[in-house]
């Protein structure tokens, strides 16, 4: 386990959120990559889009793996201006956790939860590195990042 999973394991464990870590020796980088390490169907995950607005607030969209995430979507459930893609320095600095890894909860964001997460029993998530996921039931990861469940998809 590295560094980067040991963080958000250590934060899972310090507030008792159920879900389960789950490190591997392959990449988790993308949603067909992770489907792979994980042997489960690329419709069991859910990506972590992250974007900035112009006040570089941290804003997340948490859509299913093969869905895209639309920035007027965002803007208009933050009733704010379009925010844009965070560069991997930002996601980095922002989150705390690297490009490719990055956890659906764990760090000071705005958390937008897109409707068709909620339909799933449970969903794979970025576990911290890129070799690291989180399998977790919607209703925790909500309970988890505090967000708002709204269309956010494209």
């Known amino acids: 386990m590295d560094h980067y999973a040991r963080k958000l394991n250590n934060y899972m464990e310090d507030r008792r959120i159920d879900g389960e870590l789950l490190c591997f020796d392959a990449s988790c980088h993308s949603v067909s990559e ?7 169907s690329e419709d069991l995950f859910a ?5 900035v607005d112009s006040q570089k607030r941290m804003i997340v969209a948490i859509v299913k793996g093969r869905d895209r995430a639309s920035a007027s979507r965002a803007a208009a459930i ?4 379009k925010p844009r893609l965070a560069t991997e320095e930002e996601i980095l600095e922002g989150t705390g956790y ?3 890894g990055t956890p659906s909860f764990g760090f000071d964001a ?4 897109d409707s068709r997460i909620m339909e799933m029993d449970e969903v794979y998530t970025g576990g911290g590195s890129s070799q690291s996921l989180v399998r977790i039931k919607p209703s925790e990861l909500l309970r988890a990042n505090g967000g708002h469940v709204a269309r956010v998809r494209r």
């Open 98 to 100: 690297p490009c490719g």
């Open 110 to 113: 705005l958390f937008l939860v």
């Open 47 to 51: 990506k972590n889009i992250c974007m």
């Open 34 to 40: 992770a489907a792979a390490a994980a042997g489960v």
């Open 78 to 81: 933050l009733k704010s201006e």
